[in-house]
T-cell receptor, first 116, second 115 residues
């Protein structure tokens, strides 16, 4: 597609349920990032991939959060046993190159998660 | 502990005047800096960047200045236009060392340009 696509755009779930958020990056982009953004805050780094390899997952808050990008394209961020504090906008971004890449990241419109 | 700080949550400027948005960082490994702009209900979009080997980068109405010794950068917009009203995020990464891909964002500054 022309841009980074994320789904669902909005997700409301009950506490304790698992959720999966999907990111479809720009075709051919090497790097893929996941960020979480609370209201009034900047994007908070969660994890990133170069191709299918997860390079850095230091930003994942705890072991309920995981991400994968098995074929080096689409990525899924999974949150198990959701809690109310997980409510936020989850943003995906992709870049043409990986690692020491100094070009821009292209962000999707985000998936807004609300945990009741 | 915030590695990238934007201490002004908001800024209001008259159309035609200069807007100056500030950003401070604490990690001396950061060597590449970017500014992103975000409109409501949209994802952030790239605006301008600067490498630590430079102290200034200019692109049209937008100029970014970097003061490495002070660990400070600023974005100047001149002349400011109402369409510049948005949230501006400063971001930094360590290209040559550390966690190379990890792009760290500040909390953002909301710029309002009044006609």
């Amino acid at each position: 597609g022309a841009g980074v696509s994320q789904s669902p755009r909005y997700k409301v779930t009950k506490r304790g349920q698992d959720v999966a958020l999907r990111c479809d990056p720009i075709s051919g982009h090497v790097s893929l990032y996941w960020y979480r953004q609370a209201l009034g805050q900047g994007p908070e780094f969660l994890t990133y991939f170069n191709y299918e390899a997860q390079q850095d997952k230091s930003g994942l808050p705890n072991d309920r959060f995981s991400a994968e990008r098995p074929e080096g394209s689409i990525s899924t961020l999974t949150i198990q046993r959701t809690e109310q504090r997980d409510s936020a906008m989850y943003r995906c971004a992709s870049g043409e190159s990986g690692g020491a890449y100094t070009g821009e990241l292209f962000f999707g419109e985000g998936s807004r998660l609300t945990v009741l | 502990d915030q590695q990238v700080k934007q201490n002004s949550p908001s800024l209001s400027v008259q159309e035609g005047r200069i807007s100056i948005l500030n950003c401070d960082y604490t990690n001396s490994m950061f060597d590449y800096f970017l500014w992103y702009k975000k409109y409501p209900a949209e994802g952030p979009t790239f605006l301008i960047s600067i490498s630590s080997i430079k102290d200034k980068n200019e692109d049209g109405r937008f100029t970014v200045f970097l003061n490495k010794s002070a660990k400070h950068l600023s974005l100047h917009i001149v002349p400011s236009q109402p369409g510049d009203s948005a949230v501006y995020f400063c971001a930094a990464k360590a290209v040559r060392g550390g966690s190379q891909g990890n792009l760290i964002f500040g909390k953002g500054t909301k710029l309002s340009v009044k006609p």
